[in-house]
């Protein structure tokens, strides 16, 4: 201990360090019994093929939509619907509205959307649910204050006008990559939905519901702040547009919609998603649909088949994962338990380790575009994600393979490496799925008022690059260097960094600290002590940290909300990178102790996992547990190598 006042005795002295000690010890048997129950646990959750997969919780979107898809298609059952209105029904709040994300506001959107599945699933109006939900949906302005999504949904009942919607024509796919508001230069996630959606718009399809949703109107239009600049211009655009759908070019449109539905049959998944994830999936089904593939279409049923890998059933109920992330969890997984002491040759890390192996992706995908030099490599998210691997599972997967030691993963880890570094966009930073993904005229359009269209580079996924290079020794390498300044000017004036895949710049902050660290930036550099400055201030008064989800729309919930156990294990990851050893840390490993379940895990309903900043949250089940066990074994083995002295 330091800083002890020179006036007192040396018993005193003495005492107060014995103390100290004694404290510390303790606080390192708890954390030792604590990581093991973590440990014991998630060790019971892998798969008997070596994965481990946590559920993704999101909102009910994805079951209301559900239902309207299998309506739309002819495909819906009275057991999925029960089922469904089930699961919605019970994710209604007191107001009657329904969130995104827990103890979230009330959204609009959502809240249409899952009033619409429980008419179809047969509750009246009149129900005391069902009046209060409407109450909420005018009290935000009605259906006309919906997302454009929401409203094409709507329209595909004929609850609303497609010419009252914004037009995105088939006719883009002609544009060429170099061409402004090509469809590469949306984000993966953004272009496989919008492709078949311009099939969808095209058509204007309607089939009716038997019922209709005045309840939900204010019958005022929406008051839109006057447009100026490229916001003028991208409306203008869309009146012309508009004009241009009412006579299309017959021979020209005929070719868009072809090359269209080829684009979109040609990025089907084997587990008959398209890229794994909810929105593309749904609209590429009605897409298909209106193009003339029937239901019993191979296509079609593998694509209807393959929901059901992503449905959840218990006690009555019925959910859908917006998506899943196998490799993703596997790779957290092996770096927590290797982080807890497990040797590199135990069966569980040996089976994960070929499970990973075997997922390696070798072939092209949509990111030849921007990088046609470049040869394959890397791992994706899902379990059938071979179209789109990405950066940032690529470098987990490095990260936690390599300290397996096998000689048969090298091959897969150089061209990991060799794709991974070669998918830096031009200012030097790294992006989840693309390069050089930055237009940001996507933004400005009519059609996009939901979500992150396009996929520039973020501090979390530039961090977790810049670790796993460093560690396989390319510290000094251009790349990182590069990626380093990156870094360092994407720092926030606060000292913290913000978060793309996380919430929020705690999850930033606890990635970019190792990651700095590991490529040499000494723990006493001023960008370390301001970030870690930042932690110890926003650290809760009970120990833990926690940061909701409005900080993406609201500042002043930067580094504040209810703590969580991933959210506290980030914050001390990033502390015991930058060598902390003092109470801020102590604190918070004694609040992972104290708050764990008797089964060795942590409860989590706050949504810590981010899908588009401020619009698509994410739950990770998996989180809550595999940090912890990161966090708390690397507590004790920086404990036990540099003994109990703690630092103010």
């Not at 009330?106 to 429980?118: C, F, M, N, Q």
């Not at 496989?192 to 309840?215: C, D, K, Y």
Request: net charge neutral.
């Amino acid at each position: 201990m330091t800083g002890v006042t020179t006036g007192v005795t040396a018993g005193v002295e003495t005492g107060v360090e014995t103390g100290v000690a004694t404290g510390v010890a303790t606080g390192a048997a708890r954390a030792a019994t604590a990581l093991k129950a973590a440990r014991d646990h998630l060790l019971g959750l892998q798969a008997p093929e070596g994965w481990w997969k946590g559920e993704l919780q999101t909102n009910v979107t994805m079951d209301a939509e559900d239902l309207l898809l299998r309506e739309f298609l002819g495909v819906r059952t009275d057991e999925e619907t029960a089922e469904a209105a089930r699961w919605i029904r019970s994710q209604q709040r007191e107001d009657g509205s329904w969130a995104n994300f827990h103890d979230g506001p009330a959204d609009v959107s959502t809240t249409v959307e899952a009033y619409v599945a429980l008419r179809l699933a047969g509750d009246p109006p009149s129900a005391p649910h069902m009046r209060a939900a409407a109450a909420c949906v005018r009290g935000a302005g009605g259906v006309e204050s919906a997302r454009v999504f929401t409203r094409i949904w709507l329209a595909l009942f004929g609850q609303w006008r497609w010419e009252d919607l914004p037009v995105i024509p088939p006719e883009i796919m002609f544009l060429p990559p170099w061409c402004p508001l090509n469809v590469y230069d949306w984000a993966c996630w953004a272009r496989q939905t919008i492709v078949p959606l311009t099939i969808v718009t095209a058509h204007r399809p309607v089939r009716p519901l038997p019922f209709g949703l005045p309840e939900l109107r204010t019958g005022r239009p929406v008051r839109r702040a006057p447009r100026t600049g490229w916001d003028a211009a991208f409306a203008a655009l869309d009146r012309a547009l508009h004009r241009y759908e009412r006579r299309p070019v017959a021979g020209l449109r005929r070719a868009a919609l072809r090359r269209a539905v080829e684009w979109v049959m040609a990025r089907q998944e084997a587990d008959g998603s398209w890229g794994g994830i909810q929105p593309p999936w749904v609209y590429s089904l009605i897409a298909l649909h209106l193009s003339g593939y029937g239901i019993e279409h191979p296509v079609m049923r593998s694509g209807l088949a393959g929901l059901d890998r992503f449905t959840i059933r218990e006690d009555g109920t019925r959910r859908l994962e917006a998506c899943q992330s196998p490799v993703w969890d596997t790779a957290l997984a092996m770096t927590a338990l290797l982080d807890a002491g497990l040797p590199r040759d135990h069966a569980a890390l040996t089976q994960a380790g070929e499970w990973l192996l075997r997922e390696e992706i070798r072939g092209p995908g949509d990111w030849t575009v921007r990088r046609p030099g470049l040869a394959p490599g890397g791992w994706a998210f899902e379990f059938d994600n071979d179209g789109y691997p990405d950066v940032d599972d690529t470098a987990e997967v490095i990260l936690a393979l390599r300290r397996l030691r096998r000689p048969d993963a090298r091959p897969a880890l150089e061209r990991g490496l060799r794709w991974m570094a070669g998918m830096v966009s031009r200012d030097g930073g790294f992006a989840a799925f693309d390069a050089d993904n930055t237009r940001e005229l996507c933004l400005r359009l009519p059609f996009c008022d939901f979500g992150a269209v396009v996929d520039p580079p973020s501090a979390d996924v530039t961090a977790h690059v810049v670790e796993a290079l460093a560690v396989e020794g390319m510290a000094r390498s251009p790349v990182v260097r590069r990626a380093v300044v990156w870094l360092l000017r994407a720092q926030e004036a606060d000292g913290s960094w913000f978060g793309r895949w996380g919430a929020n710049h705690v999850y930033g902050t606890g990635a970019v600290l190792p990651a700095l660290v590991a490529a040499g930036v000494r723990p006493g550099a001023p960008c370390v002590r301001r970030a870690v400055a930042w932690l110890r201030a926003h650290q809760h008064p009970s120990g833990g940290w926690g940061e909701d989800m409005r900080s993406y729309r609201d500042p002043a919930w930067i580094g504040r909300g209810e703590p969580t156990a991933s959210q506290t294990a980030w914050a001390l990851i990033g502390l015991l990178a930058a060598g902390e050893r003092g109470p801020s840390v102590d604190r918070g490993v004694a609040w992972l102790a104290d708050t764990q379940r008797p089964d060795g895990t942590w409860d989590e309903p706050h949504y810590t996992g981010t899908g588009f900043p401020g619009d698509f949250s994410i739950n990770y089940h998996l989180y809550r547990l595999v940090f912890p066990v990161s966090a708390l074994g690397r507590y004790l083995r920086l404990h036990e190598t540099a003994g109990p002295e703690a630092t103010p």
